[in-house]
């Protein structure tokens, strides 16, 4: 297991990952969408990220199991 820091100031609410495993999408109370991406070394890197507007609670999947 490895720990990453995520560029979030809040609660994680949902994480989704590719069906390979190497992007991940996060969403945080403070209403940001971050994408990440696994470099060769297994390094999580930052590639994209958008706060969303006015929403209470978001979710990156309804009732499939992958993004």
Same mark, same amino acid.
């Given at each position: 297991?490895?720990?990453?820091? $995520?560029? *979030?100031?809040? %609660? #994680?609410?949902? #994480?989704?990952?590719? %069906? %390979?495993?190497? @992007? ?6 403070? @209403?940001? $969408?971050? #994408? ?5 070394? *297994?390094?999580?890197?930052? $590639? *994209?990220?958008?706060?969303? @507007? ?6 990156? @999947? ?6």
């Amino acid at each position: 297991m490895q720990n990453m820091i $995520i560029d *979030s100031n809040d %609660y #994680i609410q949902d #994480i989704c990952f590719d %069906y %390979y495993g190497d @992007r991940m999408a996060v969403c945080s109370t403070d @209403r940001k $969408i971050l #994408i990440y991406t696994k470099s060769e070394d *297994s390094q999580w890197i930052k $590639i *994209s990220g958008w706060e969303v @507007r006015k929403t209470f609670k978001l979710k990156l @999947r309804k009732k499939r199991k992958s993004c």
